[in-house]
């Protein structure tokens, strides 16, 4: 059984779904070879990276047939290999394989264990050129929980997540993804009010630095205010939005409109219907929309 080369481990792992005798026989070597024998085998044929099924599949045997129930965790040496390996996956020319290779590192971590090289790992991730990467990333982000924020929070004011992506049919800039991984970590119950003002804060410094032709899409300038009034809420949300009413740009007044319309603070509605004489008809329009009053009603 030891005498398996990598090529025939690699067709067994890619076909092991396909018949039970392949998942045997990938037991059978586990049994004979160990547990930590057997995740370093399945660690030569990711690192191989010849295609994004492989490395997916020999990630997850390395998790579900390597391992055992006396031996349900890597060893330290092995986890380390294995995220080295997962890392420098994620700078592959293959965008089909730094997105696989971000999703993995999902499996088998928890927040703690995200360290800051994890972390700026997935941030690049969130800069990608590939929807497919982005999405990985924000979603393994969130598994790393609230000590993902200050990445977050600070990456909402650099230039390198602003940019337009080259793709006409893509999710606009990194903004839209950043804010969305954000949206998700602030759901989360560990969250804390601390948590919450740091991304308010931030958000709203996103809000108050825009201007007309800074090449966002009004698409990323919305979903700002989308987060502050939908996924941070509060008296929090409620003082940043309003300190930001009377803005200049008016894709940041309709993203105000909208982040108020989630907030149930009796000043809310108060703020909403200035909007409703607000100078932009679209501003207008955005008010109310929430209000179900016509613009320029009092």
Partial sequence: MTT????ELAKLVLRRDEDNANYATLI?????????????RMLALFERRESPDLCEKSWNAALTICLTDEQPEMNLESSRLW??????????????????????????LSGEQFTPSINSA?????????????????QTLQQSGR???PYLTTALLDERYQRPHANPNDRCSSVWDILFTLDGILGRQDTTPGD???SACAVGGFLETRFPDDGLDCMDVWKAGDTLGEHIGGREALATLSALIDHPDPRVRASVAH????????????????????????????????????????
């Fill in 28 to 40: 059978r070597l586990r049994e004979s070879i160990g547990p930590v024998a057997c995740v370093r």
């Fill in 4 to 7: 398996l080369s990598d090529d």
């Fill in 83 to 108: 995220t080295d390996a997962i890392l420098e996956a994620m700078k592959d020319d293959s965008p089909e394989i730094r997105a696989r290779a971000a999703g993995a590192l999902g499996f088998g």
């Fill in 122 to 138: 997935l941030m690049t991730g969130l800069a990608d050129a590939s929807v497919e990467v982005r999405f990985e990333s924000g």
């Fill in 196 to 198: 919450r003002d740091a």
């Fill in 147 to 149: 000590q993902a924020i």
């Fill in 259 to 298: 982040g108020l319309s989630h907030l149930k603070e009796p000043e809310a509605r108060e703020r909403l219907h200035l909007l409703l004489h607000d100078g932009d008809e679209g501003v207008r329009n955005e008010a109310a929309k929430y209000l179900n009053r016509p613009p320029g009603s009092g």
